[in-house]
Every structure is written in structure tokens, then in C-alpha cells.
């Protein structure tokens, strides 16, 4: 079992709409989550972070997380052209020393 | 500006010809990490440090070296390289316990 899945391929979305992204990870002692946005080329930038069960909202960003389940979500609402990009999950292992894991990332297109 | 600075930013080279690629942050954080990021992959972490002369070894650390003699500084040393190491390479530095921050990257191809 992959540590932290995205299996969702490409998403398309119209201007406007929500994105929504789902990830799994299989580390249960795993506390720490967080979303990276990459844009093609670019390295990831962190959009949210999140450590408790529930939504944690910044701007047009939620984040979901539901550690009984083992899944994270990210909703990007009222989708911008600007939003299209691979979204990262990450999970922080349990196991310490700060060491994240990546999903392989979910490609999100803003159609204008 | 706080920021995560690697150089090159792009190479070409040649199997087996030694190489550097440097990781330089001015916000004093403990962590500093390599990752490489190929396609269908995703992001690999090579190499972690949790501080100055504290390293480890990641997920997919055969072929590279690292060093950490000073906080700021976090080298990432291909001493013989491969085609299979040809990748997108990214270092990241935080607090301890603190979400990551990354590099522009740096973009290496071994022929």
C-alpha cells in the first residue's frame, strides 16, 4: 500500500466551480497533512496545512481532514484560471525527523 | 527575502564526471532536505538533516553524499553520476516540526 495516494487523474473544472481533490495515506499515526501547489516548472509552494480533524478554511482554500478515514481533502472554490497546477498531498510519517510523503499529485485545469 | 537558493539551476554533464549542486537558506531553519522529482514518481526525498552535522539518508539515497558544516548550507554531491539521475532536484528547509519550504530546483540531465 502507497503511503499517500492521489488517484484522481486530471481534473477540469470551469472558472468558477469548486475543485475538488482527494487523498489517502496509510500511516494511522500520521498528524501533520499538507497541500503544495506546483505550477509547471516551479517548485511546490505550501497552501495549507492542516493537524485536526475538520476544515481548516484560508481564502478560496479548504481543507479537509478525517484521520479515522485516513483521507484529505482540498476544495478550491470559485476555481481561477491562475488555480491550474498539480496539487501535492504530503504526510508527515509518524515515524519523525520531519520526513514527509508525497502523493504523485492531482492536475487541476481551469477552463475560462 | 527569506528563501531557498540552489545553484545550477539547470546542468548537463556526463556519466561519472563529479558535481555539486549547492542548497543555501538564510531563515536559520534546523531542516534541510533533498528531493528529486521524476515523472510518474513524484517527489523522492534523497537526504534530511536535522541540524549542522546531523544527516540521514531518505528514501532513494544511493549515488548522492551530503554535508551539512554549516546551518545555512546543505550540498547535494552526485560523485559519479548516472543517467538514472537524470531528474528535477529540489531542496527544502524548515523549523523543526515545521512545514517545508522549497528551492527554485535544479534541473540535471546525465548523458
Known amino acids: 500500500q502507497k503511503e499517500v495516494e492521489q488517484n484522481s487523474g486530471p481534473l477540469s473544472v470551469p472558472e468558477g466551480a469548486i475543485a475538488s481533490l482527494n487523498c489517502t495515506y496509510s500511516?494511522?499515526?500520521?498528524?501533520?497533512f499538507f497541500w503544495y501547489r506546483q505550477y509547471s516548472g516551479k517548485s511546490p509552494e505550501l497552501i495549507m496545512s492542516i493537524y485536526s480533524n475538520g476544515d481548516k478554511e484560508d481564502g478560496r482554500f479548504t481543507a479537509q481532514l478525517n484521520k479515522a478515514s485516513q483521507y484529505v481533502s482540498l476544495l478550491i472554490r470559485d476555481s481561477q484560471p491562475s488555480d491550474s497546477a498539480t496539487y501535492l498531498c504530503?504526510?508527515?510519517?509518524?515515524?519523525?525527523?520531519?520526513?514527509?510523503?508525497f502523493g504523485k499529485g492531482n492536475q487541476v485545469v481551469v477552463i475560462p | 527575502e527569506a528563501q531557498v537558493t540552489q545553484n545550477p539551476r539547470y546542468l548537463i554533464t556526463v556519466t561519472g564526471k563529479k558535481l555539486t549542486v549547492t542548497c543555501s537558506q538564510n531563515?536559520?531553519?534546523?531542516?534541510m532536505s533533498w528531493y528529486r522529482q521524476d515523472p510518474g514518481l513524484g517527489l523522492r526525498q534523497i537526504y534530511y538533516s536535522m541540524n549542522v552535522e546531523v544527516t540521514d539518508k531518505g528514501d532513494v539515497p544511493e549515488g548522492y553524499k551530503v554535508s551539512r558544516k554549516e546551518k545555512r548550507n546543505f550540498p547535494l554531491i552526485l560523485e559519479s553520476p548516472s543517467p538514472n539521475q537524470t531528474s528535477l532536484y529540489f531542496c527544502a528547509s524548515s523549523p523543526v516540526n515545521q512545514p517545508q519550504h522549497f528551492g527554485d530546483g535544479t534541473r540535471l540531465s546525465i548523458l
Open positions: 504530503a504526510v508527515k510519517k509518524a515515524s519523525g525527523n520531519n520526513r514527509l510523503a
Open positions: 531563515m536559520n531553519h534546523e531542516y
Open positions: 500511516d494511522r499515526g500520521s498528524q501533520s
